[in-house]
């Protein structure tokens, strides 16, 4: 296993709701990046924080926002949901330095928007 | 045209069978390169890092040209335990992976 979890596993939101998920990173990792990963479709990028801040963006609108906290574990944040977002939520983290950016996978928490 | 772009799958082959991945991507600022699996409903893992010297791990080969911005996977002798979707994966500095779409293979007994 590659140390990092996410909760919740499953989760079922209507439109317009808004969702929290949240990643805990492997021990010693202070890079955590999120990808979202549609049916069929490879993981997109949607963004990565380092130190608590911002540090690269992917094509994904304003409502989806986040925040690293001290130990370094994460949460992503989903407003005013649509049947769009239904999807595999993945984190990713690594140690920055790592020289060839290896990062490992937690195992996902999938949502469905109804 | 997407950043990372592969075969499409899904590919059904036999057991002892080489089977071949091929990936080509668009930005030739990348700078490492890899080939993630993902099985079924789990997590993408790490299969192996793609350099331009070709590297080999058992009965897995993985080779990078950058003039072409190609990247291949080779498998051999494919085992049932091989299904899985194959992801090829561009990163760039600071770690923004960028995956294709994944490649689906199934290898039959």
């Known amino acids: 296993e590659t140390g990092v979890t996410q909760s919740p596993t499953h989760l079922i939101k209507t439109r317009g709701q808004q969702v929290t998920l949240r990643c805990s990173s492997q021990?010693?990792?202070?890079?955590v990046s999120w990808y979202q990963q549609a049916l069929g479709q490879g993981p997109q990028f949607i963004f990565q924080?380092?130190?608590?801040?911002?540090?690269g963006r992917g094509n994904f609108p304003p409502r989806f926002s986040g925040l690293q906290f001290p130990n370094y574990s994460s949460e992503l944040n989903v407003n005013a949901l649509e049947l769009d977002d239904s999807a595999l939520y993945l984190c990713?983290?690594?140690?920055?330095?790592?020289?060839?950016?290896?990062?490992?996978f937690g195992p996902g928490t999938r949502l469905t928007v109804l | 045209r997407k950043e990372v772009e592969q075969d499409p799958g899904p590919f059904n082959v036999p057991e002892g069978a080489t089977v071949a991945f091929n990936c080509t991507y668009s930005?030739?600022?990348?700078?490492?390169f890899f080939w993630y699996r993902q099985d079924c409903r789990k997590e993408p893992k790490l299969l192996m890092s793609?350099?331009?010297s070709g590297n080999e791990d058992g009965r897995f080969t993985a080779q990078l040209n950058r003039a072409s911005q190609y990247i291949s996977l080779l498998i051999r002798d494919s085992k049932l335990s091989d299904s899985a979707t194959y992801l090829c994966?561009?990163?760039?500095?600071?770690?923004?992976?960028?995956f294709g779409q994944g490649t689906e293979l199934s290898v039959k007994p």
């Open positions: 930005n030739s600022a990348s700078q490492s």
């Open positions: 994966v561009v990163a760039f500095q600071g770690g923004k992976l960028i």
């Open positions: 793609v350099y331009s």
């Open positions: 924080y380092y130190r608590e801040e911002e540090n």
């Open positions: 990713a983290s690594t140690r920055t330095g790592l020289t060839y950016n290896e990062q490992f």
């Open positions: 021990s010693g990792h202070n890079t």
